[in-house]
């Protein structure tokens, strides 16, 4: 433009579909930017609930309350009507200033047949103008991060610059050094400091005490940490860096997140925890070699394992109890309600909708946690045969509650094809590497060579194997897309033509004929969702890996019997 701001073509966007796909075009659907109609439509739904509660207060109280607007005095539920009026007027405004702005720089491409939509996806399209446009296969309607697609690739790489430090401090954050040393405070030699303030904590005097605070309270903390803090603040963080278009491909950043901090803070934190002090001084000592550091992760492994037991058991046995008892928040608010709300309580339809509406289940964070059992079961699992069993009992307990769960409290979110499927196998097999690695570091520190280097040389490379195969028969998550073969069996979508670029709005089609669509940006193709679940297999992959533990725990109490 004149002013030298850069404005989406979409002229030449329909154009060159145009030319490409004459029969099966039907139009292009753009987004604009809605940010400001939705921030006052919040201000909306929440000045109209302010409404409601005044006036049912009113009701209930024989004194009248004044407030003053627009230099005219007035009582406090017309004082509130009247806010509501000019929020309303403001969302009107800026509907309309949305509508006549420039679009953003994504848009819903929209074919007439499958076969085009899936062609335009799996090809690389060149516009003919000064750049190339990006094209890739598009969220469904319930699955599209609205946020994303309202920024450009560079404002994106520019957000995830910023953040990404905050990103690295929450996963270096020693939560998981801080509770393993409170759990193994009298196992091993404290520092030099601590010793006076140990000595009555480790005496005979405290037993009881130290066996509540070593046993119960690094679990409870630790978990607290991760649900609390981990967790909500981490999945902020990562949708504020506007990296993907669909709000599976999120979660699915977020569970890999989640993961490094899981093998970071929980498992070398756990284990460094153990035995801080020597694991220090060995780290700082000038004569160290690699060997010699795997010598000794190896004899400090062992000694963490006490807490992770506990850990698992405590996931395994009182957490899914307490997901029983309180499956969803708004039980708390009901009793809250019922019993403690005596006097001036107007609680509002609305506020009843938000506290008792069905919860999404969020699949990045509950299948993080199930992989985390994975990697410390698969790790701890031939060092302490008893975690095997108590993995298998995570399992089958989470198992009946969460399923459960899926079937009558929470609904879903979103649909996202099955892609988890493929993270979830990916980060399996990085827990067999991990497993493998901390067993050649106990091989080692019993003077166990050999086995230890033949873990190396055949467990690495057998699991390199199995994942490019893994890739080469189904590719990556976020690369699936409808195979042609399919495509062109699946009918013609029935739908009206769209309108030109500009004025183009979302065709209301029936649900048994819906057209294929693309998302086309300098950042977004828009196909119909695969009517295929992989959540299955995710099922029987965990229930797997619970037999693999329950075969290893049979098989050490074989050996040692």
Same mark, same amino acid.
């Given at each position: ?17 145009? !030319? ?7 139009? =292009? =659907?753009? *987004? ?11 201000? @909306? ?14 009701? @209930?109280?024989?004194?009248? +309350? ?62 003919? !103008? ?22 450009? /690739? ?8 910023? =953040? ?5 401090? #929450? ?12 759990? $193994? ?70 569970? @890999?997140?989640? %993961? ?7 498992? $070398? ?20 070699? &690699? ?33 029983? *008892? ?27 909708? =938000?506290? %008792?509406?069905? /919860?999404?289940?969020? $699949? ?17 699992? #031939?060092?302490?045969?008893? $975690? ?14 969460? @399923? ?15 892609? +988890? ?11 067999? #590497? ?5 067993? &050649? ?74 057209? !294929? ?5 300098? &950042? ?38």
């Amino acid at each position: 433009m004149a002013d030298g701001t850069e404005r989406y073509p979409l002229e030449a966007v329909e154009a060159m579909f145009n !030319s490409l796909f004459p029969d099966e075009f039907r139009g =292009i =659907i753009p *987004i604009f930017d809605h940010r400001e109609v939705d921030r006052l439509l919040d201000e @909306r739904d929440e000045l109209l609930n302010a409404f409601n509660k005044l006036k049912e207060r009113q009701n @209930r109280s024989y004194q009248t +309350m004044y407030a003053k607007r627009s230099n005219d005095v007035m009582t406090a539920v017309d004082a509130a009507w009247y806010d509501l009026q000019e929020c309303e007027r403001a969302v009107v405004y800026a509907r309309e200033a949305a509508l006549q702005s420039d679009p953003g720089p994504s848009c819903f491409v929209v074919f007439a047949t499958q076969k085009a939509a899936a062609q335009a996806a799996q090809c690389l399209l060149h516009s003919g !103008s000064r750049r190339n446009f990006r094209v890739q296969p598009a969220p469904g309607p319930d699955n599209v991060n609205w946020q994303s697609v309202l920024y450009r /690739r560079n404002q994106s790489m520019r957000r995830v610059f910023f =953040i990404m430090p905050m990103i690295i401090l #929450l996963i270096l954050f020693p939560s998981g050094i801080f509770t393993v040393g409170i759990s $193994m405070a009298c196992n091993v030699e404290p520092p030099s400091g601590l010793r006076g303030v140990l000595n009555w904590y480790c005496s005979e005097e405290a037993v009881v005490f130290q066996s509540i605070v070593s046993g119960l309270l690094p679990p409870i903390l630790l978990t607290l940490w991760e649900v609390f803090v981990v967790s909500f603040f981490m999945m902020y963080l990562v949708q504020a860096q506007n990296v993907h278009a669909s709000l599976s491909n999120t979660d699915r950043r977020f569970l @890999r997140y989640y %993961y490094v901090w899981v093998f970071v803070n929980i498992l $070398m934190g756990g284990v460094t925890g153990g035995a801080l002090t020597g694991f220090v001084e060995d780290l700082m000592d000038s004569s160290n070699t &690699s060997y010699s550091l795997q010598q000794h992760l190896g004899r400090v492994l062992p000694i963490s394992s006490n807490f992770f037991l506990v850990f698992v058991f405590f996931r395994a046995v009182y957490l899914p109890v307490q997901r029983l *008892i309180f499956p969803h928040p708004g039980i708390v608010c009901w009793a809250v309600r019922k019993y403690l709300c005596l006097f001036k309580c107007a609680v509002t339809p609305r506020d009843r909708t =938000i506290k %008792y509406s069905p /919860r999404g289940v969020r $699949m990045g964070r509950e299948v993080g946690v199930f992989l985390m059992v994975v990697m410390l079961g698969l790790t701890f699992c #031939l060092i302490a045969p008893v $975690m095997a069993p108590a993995c298998v009992l995570f399992f089958v307990m989470n198992f009946v509650v969460w @399923r459960y769960h899926v079937l009558y409290v929470y609904e879903r979110g979103h649909e996202s094809n099955g892609s +988890m499927w493929f993270t979830v196998v990916e980060l399996t097999v990085w827990a067999l #590497l991990i497993a493998q690695v901390f067993t &050649s570091f106990v091989l080692f520190s019993k003077a166990a060579w050999i086995p230890g280097l033949a873990l190396y040389m055949t467990v690495p490379y057998y699991l390199y194997r199995y994942f490019v195969s893994l890739r080469s028969e189904f590719g990556s998550g976020s690369a699936w897309s409808v195979p042609l073969g399919e495509a062109a069996k699946a009918p013609p979508a029935s739908a009206p033509p769209l309108p030109s670029a500009r004025m183009a709005k979302l065709p209301s089609v029936s649900s048994r004929a819906v057209p !294929s669509f693309l998302i086309f940006s300098t &950042s977004v193709v828009h196909r119909e969702a695969i009517s295929c679940s992989r959540a299955s297999c995710v099922l029987h992959s965990a229930s797997c890996l619970a037999v693999n533990f329950l075969c290893t725990s049979l098989a050490w109490l074989c050996t040692l019997s």
